[in-house]
C-alpha cells in the first residue's frame, strides 16, 4: 500500500484537475504545482504549492524548464527504506513525492492540424512531462503515477476507502503511463520523420491502444481487437444489436471508403469485403431498393451502408432480409423502430469517412 502525502500534478488537460486536487487536499495530501495548473487550482481556492518554492529556480525559457531537478526527481525516484537513498535525500534537504498526476502537451493534435506551422508543433513537444512520468511509473513500487484523468476518480477513492492505492493499481497506472509515453514518442518520431525517400518515413513507429475487444476474429476460434492511437475512440455509435467481429469491421471499412467516392444518394451493400451491391438514386429508399436488388442471394447475412439519415420507408427495406450491420449517418426514430425489431441487428451511425494517412498491409513477414 501506497500512502500519499504529496502529490505533484502539472496537466495541459485540466479535466478533471481541480477536483481531484481538492479531494487530496481534504485528505491532508500536500500538493505541488507548476505553470497554469498552480493558476487553475488557485482560481479554484484550492491550496497549492509552486514548484519553483521547492527547486529554488524560477520556471524559465517561456516554461520549457520547471520540473527538471533534482528536487522534483529524486523526490519522486526515492527507494523508501533504501538506508544509502535516505541519506542522500537528507543531506540534500529533499522530500519524497508520493504522488505524480501528469498528462502532456498535446503534440498529436498539433501535428494532425492542416497548416500547422513546424515550429509551433514542436513548442508541443513535451520533455518535462514524460520525465516525470517515466520516473514516478519506474518508481511505481513507492510512488502513484497519473497519466490519465480517468484515474483520478478510483484513485482518489481508494485513498479515501483504504488510506492509500494499493501497489497492484500502481503496477497497472506505470504499465499505463509506459504505453502512453511510448505512444508519444511514436509519434514525435513519426512526425519528424515523414519526409523521407519518395515522401515515405524512414522508420515506422506507432503505437495503439486496444479500443475494444471484439467478438471473435477472422474465424470464430480466434480472437480479435480494434486499435486505435491514443485518444481516440470508435469511429461509431452502436444503437443496439450484437458485439461487432472483425469481419463486420472489414466489410464497414470496404463499405466506407466506396460510399465517400459519392455525393449523390447511395447505399451499398458488402458481403465478405466485397460489394455485392451499390446504387445511387433520387431518394434513399429507391437506392436501398436498387443496392439490395444487385446481388439478393450475396446481401443475405452481409453489411449495409448510406450516406443519407436513415428514414422509416428504407428501414422497412432493409429488415426484409437478414443482414448483420446496417450503418448510416444518423436513424431516425421509426427507423430505429423498424428495425429494432431484429434484436441482433448492429445499428451504426459512423463518423464521416477519413481516408488513412497511413495505410498498411503485412506481407512476407513484413509491412507494406
Request: net charge negative.
Amino acid at each position: 500500500m501506497i500512502r500519499v502525502k504529496r502529490a505533484l500534478l502539472s496537466v495541459s488537460d485540466k479535466r478533471g484537475a481541480v477536483e481531484f486536487a481538492s479531494g487530496l487536499a481534504r485528505m491532508g495530501v500536500e500538493i505541488l504545482s507548476t505553470g497554469g495548473t498552480a493558476r487553475a487550482l488557485a482560481a479554484a481556492g484550492v491550496s497549492a504549492t509552486e514548484i519553483s518554492s521547492v527547486t529554488g529556480v524560477p520556471e524559465m525559457l517561456d516554461g520549457r524548464v520547471k520540473t527538471l531537478h533534482p528536487a522534483v526527481h529524486a523526490g519522486i525516484l526515492f527507494r523508501r527504506g533504501r538506508a544509502e537513498d535516505e541519506s542522500a535525500m537528507a543531506a540534500q534537504g529533499f522530500s519524497p513525492i508520493d504522488l505524480v498526476a501528469v498528462n502532456l502537451y498535446p503534440f498529436e493534435s498539433a501535428a494532425a492540424r492542416a497548416g500547422a506551422a513546424r515550429a509551433g508543433v514542436i513548442e508541443e513537444i513535451d520533455i518535462g512531462g514524460p520525465a516525470l512520468l517515466r520516473s514516478a511509473a519506474k518508481n511505481h513500487e513507492h510512488v502513484v503515477v497519473i497519466c490519465d484523468p480517468d484515474d483520478y476518480a478510483p484513485v482518489l477513492a481508494e485513498i479515501g476507502t483504504q488510506g492509500g492505492v494499493s501497489n497492484d493499481r500502481a503496477a497497472a497506472l506505470a504499465a499505463k503511463v509506459f504505453r502512453r509515453t511510448a505512444a508519444y514518442d511514436g509519434a514525435i518520431a513519426s512526425w519528424m520523420g515523414r519526409e523521407g525517400e519518395g515522401g515515405l518515413p524512414e522508420s515506422l513507429v506507432f503505437s495503439q491502444r486496444r479500443v475494444r475487444s471484439l467478438r471473435y476474429g477472422e474465424n470464430p476460434h480466434q480472437p480479435a481487437g480494434y486499435y486505435r492511437e491514443a485518444g481516440r475512440g470508435e469511429p461509431w455509435r452502436q444503437l443496439g444489436g450484437k458485439e461487432l467481429s472483425y469481419n463486420n469491421l472489414l466489410d464497414l471499412e470496404a463499405g466506407r471508403a466506396l460510399l465517400a467516392e459519392f455525393d449523390e444518394t447511395a447505399a451499398i451493400v458488402v458481403k465478405h469485403n466485397n460489394p455485392c451491391g451499390a446504387a445511387l438514386a433520387a431518394s434513399l429508399p429507391e437506392a436501398v431498393r436498387r443496392a439490395l436488388a444487385g446481388d439478393p442471394l450475396s446481401a443475405f447475412g452481409g453489411i449495409v451502408l448510406v450516406n443519407r439519415p436513415l428514414d422509416a420507408e428504407s428501414s422497412r427495406l432493409l429488415a426484409e432480409i437478414f443482414l448483420e450491420v446496417v450503418a448510416a449517418p444518423s436513424f431516425d426514430e421509426e427507423a430505429l423502430e423498424a428495425l429494432a425489431k431484429k434484436k441482433n441487428l448492429v445499428r451504426l451511425v459512423l463518423e464521416p469517412y477519413e481516408a488513412p494517412r497511413v495505410a498498411l498491409r503485412s506481407a512476407l513477414g513484413g509491412l507494406l
